[in-house]
């Protein structure tokens, strides 16, 4: 029997705030959801990911199949099980990862040949074989194979991409049969509006098909192929259309966008899932996001700094250490600095994202994203 449902509960303009159920629980948009990549938020306990409010994880179909493999994780019992957390998981399909090792990249209407970055071992994707190894990872959300491309790219080279997408989201679609989990099609399309809305044609049409046929459609959508190297400008001259294009009854997933700015801007245009490693990747590097703009812990002028890391942030971290400390642990290289920027950056899109929530559930949202646009923190990302 079919899980899954996506209810809209209010919007204010193009923004909207909604709710999607899943076989592991309801995730309520816009949101963001942390990456972790090997099944692991980096540094992050399960239960300090629950306390900061994350709804929902995503974890990396490509560096799971390769280490440890899909068999063991579905020999645990799926990735819920193996990585003790039980909220909703969403996988990718690795192709982004994939397409980036375009050195080693074999492709064909059939599928994908590739080196392992883990032994250099010859692989070979197809979209059944890519579906198989998501279904075996056991996430509440799975992602079609795609073509990502990258930009600048041709305009022949995106079209291609565009088609190839669209038989392996076809071909995606025929070869999950798992009840429990959600397949998203992903929109590709480059910066040529036109051939996004060509592609979203395709998932359509694939769609009505396969119901048509007694089968299945898509449960959601991704919006792929952006912030692949375009300025954030140019990706917001069709980010918005392409967005609205989709059906209104299904999420729409703006993949690898992790930006503040960003996250706000799409929000205003209709957009409701993101994802991104970079608040805990930047974390790493001792930057931290604030309400005022992204802080550089290893600045010498917060060496006698004992203050929250941020006035208006009520996270763990903020609640509970000063900015010298942080800066002490950041500059001697141990592990809890960025443990603490990670839990704190996490925290300040989750946040953002609720906050954007309540404000369009309120119909507020368009006086708080002109706040927030005019904000220093808006001009600082």
Not at 78 to 103: C, E, K, R, Y
Not at 181 to 205: C, P, T
Not at 239 to 249: D, E, F, K, S, T
Request: aromatic share 10%; glycine share 8%; with cysteine.
């Amino acid at each position: 029997m079919k899980l899954f449902s996506f209810d809209t509960k209010a919007t204010c303009g193009y923004a909207r705030a909604s709710e999607f159920v899943t076989s592991h629980g309801v995730v309520r948009t816009p949101l963001f959801m942390p990456v972790g990549t090997h099944a692991t938020v980096k540094g992050m306990l399960p239960s300090t990911l629950e306390q900061i409010g994350a709804q929902i994880v995503l974890a990396n179909t490509y560096h799971l199949s390769m280490r440890p493999g899909a068999d063991l994780v579905a020999e645990a019992g799926g990735l819920h099980s193996f990585m003790n957390w039980n909220g909703p998981i969403l996988t990718d399909s690795g192709g982004f990862q994939v397409f980036s090792l375009a050195h080693t990249l074999k492709l064909s209407n059939d599928g994908i040949d590739f080196l392992s970055i883990y032994g250099g071992d010859h692989v070979h994707w197809t979209p059944e074989i890519n579906m198989d190894i998501q279904q075996k990872l056991g996430a509440d959300i799975i992602m079609q194979l795609d073509q990502c491309t990258p930009y600048p790219a041709t305009r022949q080279f995106v079209s291609d991409a565009v088609e190839l997408s669209a038989s392996w989201a076809r071909r995606c679609l025929a070869a999950h049969t798992r009840e429990d989990q959600a397949l998203f099609g992903i929109v590709q399309g480059g910066m040529e509006l036109d051939l996004r809305m060509r592609s979203i044609q395709h998932l359509m049409h694939i769609g009505n098909e396969s119901i048509e046929a007694g089968g299945r459609t898509f449960d959601g959508f991704g919006i792929g192929g952006y912030s692949v190297g375009e300025d954030h400008d140019t990706m917001f001259k069709t980010l918005g259309r392409v967005a609205r294009a989709l059906p209104a009854n299904k999420p729409r997933y703006l993949m690898g966008v992790g930006n503040p700015t960003t996250l706000m801007r799409a929000v205003h245009e209709g957009v409701d899932m993101f994802d991104c490693v970079l608040p805990t990747r930047t974390a790493r590097m001792g930057t931290a996001f604030s309400s005022t703009g992204r802080m550089n812990m290893r600045n010498a002028k917060y060496t006698h700094d004992f203050t929250s890391l941020d006035h208006e942030c009520h996270c763990p971290v903020c609640q509970t250490y000063t900015r010298a400390y942080i800066r002490h642990l950041i500059k001697s290289k141990e592990m809890l600095g960025a443990i603490l920027l990670s839990t704190h950056n996490l925290y300040y899109l989750i946040n953002l994202m609720n906050t954007a929530r309540a404000a369009i559930i309120d119909g507020t949202f368009e006086e708080f994203y002109q706040e927030w646009m005019h904000s220093p923190a808006a001009n600082d990302y």
